[in-house]
């Protein structure tokens, strides 16, 4: 099964606890399988699965950070992702605000299966039950999960399909983090925040070369220079932002084990996310947990 190169690493992947497939062990399982070395687990609003994640890391050899991607909102954008790596994922504070987050957002895919469930039924088809949708959850609830549920029913052909023909028609709106709330408990809790895939929120360079500067004066620490939304030439630009704002760079697939053609530890056109990456990130993390925890 191997398929990357010594020293591949991949820092954005997804778990059952949140919108992913694979329970955190079978995960750290398939990273040692394919040779990876380190990996951040980073679901979303949910750090559940972080232990047992590190504990079989421990196992097998392979470096688990902990992590954490927020949906945040930062000025007329929202649903902009922000990755937290090194975080205290213990920090009862920053679990009371997942938990909050996740109550909303649980409710949020139960009203959206409830307006599926209405057109389900106007296309003369049987209900999808909530018990069906959580069958593919090791934690909170995602639309991922719904989709796998209309494909075992017949009702769609694959996820994407599943999205188009139900999941964006029926869509409830998300609540969001306010970007500088985000950062900040990530820094109180010994982290440091990411911007995920850069590209998700315009491909207008001018105008994401801006959005990543106001955001570096907000608190950035990184932005996710290599992912699966982003060319080979999109990552030569998100890299030269980088380097301008003083930003560390991070690299992962956003693997969730659902999508077609997306693997850990490899990135688009065969990219590879190498263990360079690691040591400015780990050095960041460092530096910010102890003045993150000094200021507690």
Not at 149 to 177: D, M, T
Not at 273 to 279: H, M, N, P, T, Y
Request: charged share 25%; glycine share 10%.
């Amino acid at each position: 099964m191997r398929s990357t190169t010594p020293g591949d690493i991949d820092l954005h992947i997804h778990s059952s606890h949140s919108d992913g497939a694979l329970p955190p062990a079978d995960l750290v399982n398939r990273a040692a399988d394919l040779g990876l070395s380190t990996i951040a687990l980073a679901d979303h609003d949910s750090v559940s699965g972080v232990a047992e994640a590190t504990t079989t890391g421990r196992q097998l050899g392979v470096t688990v950070i902990p992590a954490v991607e927020l949906s945040v909102r930062y000025e007329k954008w929202e649903d902009v992702h922000l990755l937290g790596y090194g975080i205290d994922h213990l920090d009862p504070g920053f679990l009371k605000h997942l938990h909050d987050f996740r109550q909303r957002r649980e409710h949020r895919n139960e009203e959206i299966l409830e307006r599926i469930n209405r057109r389900l039924a106007r296309q003369g088809r049987r209900p999808v039950p909530l018990e069906a949708v959580l069958a593919f959850a090791g934690g909170a609830v995602g639309r991922p999960h719904i989709a796998r549920a209309l494909i075992e029913r017949g009702y769609a052909e694959n996820v994407e399909h599943s999205f188009q023909a139900y999941l964006i028609p029926c869509n409830v709106p998300k609540h969001y983090w306010p970007m500088d709330q985000a950062i900040a408990e990530v820094h109180r809790c010994g982290g440091i925040a990411v911007l995920a895939h850069p590209t998700s929120i315009t491909r207008d360079r001018e105008i994401l070369s801006g959005v990543i500067a106001g955001l570096a004066t907000t608190g950035l620490d990184g932005i996710e220079v290599y992912n699966n939304m982003a060319s080979r030439d999109e990552s030569d630009f998100l890299s030269d932002c980088a380097l301008k704002q003083g930003l560390v760079m991070t690299g992962g697939s956003d693997f969730h084990g659902i999508e077609d053609g997306i693997e850990m530890g490899q990135g688009r056109d065969g990219i590879r996310f190498s263990d360079s990456l690691l040591a400015p990130l780990m050095e960041r993390i460092a530096k910010l947990s102890t003045a993150g925890r000094a200021g507690a």
